[in-house]
């Protein structure tokens, strides 16, 4: 069973930057794929970045040139360094882990980012 917790979140003003980091326990090999999801309210999840083992990124076309997506392979860790924020960013981030392409998501609890002035 994997867990992933999270941690960085906060407020933020407009402009401002964060940086995220999830850190996974419990897989006895390592991770295919890890990412960040947000979820705003009254919207449905959706990806914002996600890096595969051999360091293939995939990003949210809004939040391309604002976020970078870095991972550190030995330790399972997901980090996500959030710059020009923007209040359309405020949302709840979930980390997301899978261990092969095609097996299950795990998901950490959230992190509230709020981009507020």
């Known amino acids: 069973q994997v867990q992933l917790v999270e941690s960085g979140g906060g407020l933020v003003q407009p402009g401002g930057s964060l940086r995220l980091s999830c850190a996974a326990s419990?897989?006895?090999?390592?991770?295919?794929?890890m990412g960040w999801y947000r979820q705003a309210p009254g919207k449905q999840r959706e990806l914002v970045a996600a890096?595969?083992?051999?360091?293939?990124?995939n990003y949210a076309d809004s939040v391309k040139g604002r976020f970078t997506i870095s991972r550190e392979n030995a330790k399972n860790t997901v980090y996500l360094q959030m710059n020009s924020l923007k209040p359309e960013d405020t949302a709840v981030y979930y980390c997301?882990?899978?261990?092969?392409?095609?097996?299950?998501?795990?998901w950490g609890q959230g992190t509230q980012v709020t981009v507020s002035s």
């Open positions: 419990g897989a006895s090999a390592r991770i295919y794929g």
């Open positions: 997301n882990a899978k261990l092969l392409p095609s097996s299950p998501n795990y």
């Open positions: 890096v595969t083992s051999g360091s293939s990124t």
